[in-house]
């Protein structure tokens, strides 16, 4: 069974650039989350979507970070313009409807200098 | 409101055993928890849900005291493999947000 895949891996930018990430989850896992992971520090949700819909967006910076899942699969973040403190791993996971068990993908190291 | 987790950080030899503990301000649903090696994505353990179900992998246990807000990890004769960051993540409604803590690190030597 094929995991959460995402891309790039790696990203290095200087501040005030924008940066978008991609993820692909896991077959017929229809629960999607986005997730922050500052060195040191256990993973942050940034935004957990439903579907196509938006369940939680809480703690995403609005000013500067948008998401969007296109038909239910794939899911992109985007970060316009970026900052300093945005440096960390962006873990994307998907599950079953219950959230019970949730796949992280390997995740992007995001590096703002 | 993030969980609290104690340990920081153990360390112990092979076969030895361990607890991690993780506890919450807030009235819980579920608890998860996920085990994360160095550079690697975090991975599912188990959950355990209000009223007393569990789910899991591995031979790993874990209780969860819905009263006290807290759950407890239990790694019983440790293997090298068990080496990592261990995450608690606290759901406190039925919309599957979880909350995690800021990690226990666990190290197991030869």
């Known amino acids: 069974e094929a995991g959460v895949a995402q891309s790039p891996r790696y990203k290095i930018i200087e501040k005030r650039q924008s940066v978008a990430f991609w993820c692909n989850p896991i077959s017929g896992h229809a629960t999607l989350y986005w997730y922050q992971q500052i060195l040191g520090q256990g993973p942050k949700l940034l935004i957990q979507?439903?579907?196509?819909?938006?369940?939680?967006d809480s703690q995403l910076p609005k000013d500067r970070f948008s998401a969007e899942r296109l038909k239910g699969v794939d899911s992109t973040l985007k970060i316009q313009p970026a900052k300093l403190e945005d440096s960390a791993v962006y873990l994307c996971?998907?599950?079953?409807?219950?959230?019970?068990?949730?796949?992280f993908g390997p995740g992007t190291r995001l590096t703002v200098t | 409101q993030q969980p609290v987790q104690s340990p920081q950080a153990v360390i112990l030899r092979e076969g030895e055993d361990a607890v991690i503990n993780c506890s919450s301000s807030?009235?819980?649903?579920?608890v998860h928890w996920y085990r994360q090696k160095h550079g690697e994505a975090p991975v599912f353990l188990m959950i355990?849900?209000?009223?007393?179900e569990q789910k899991g992998h591995e031979k790993i246990s874990a209780s969860f005291n819905e009263k006290k807000q807290q759950s407890s990890l239990y790694l019983t004769a440790s293997q090298l493999s068990y080496s990592g960051t261990y995450f608690c993540?606290?759901?406190?409604?039925?919309?599957?947000?979880?909350?995690f803590g800021s990690g226990t690190q666990l190290t197991v030597l030869p």
């Open positions: 979507f439903q579907n196509n819909g938006v369940v939680d």
């Open positions: 996971a998907s599950s079953f409807s219950d959230g019970h068990e949730q796949y």
């Open positions: 807030k009235a819980l649903y579920s």
């Open positions: 993540g606290t759901g406190s409604g039925s919309a599957r947000q979880l909350t």
């Open positions: 355990l849900l209000k009223g007393g």
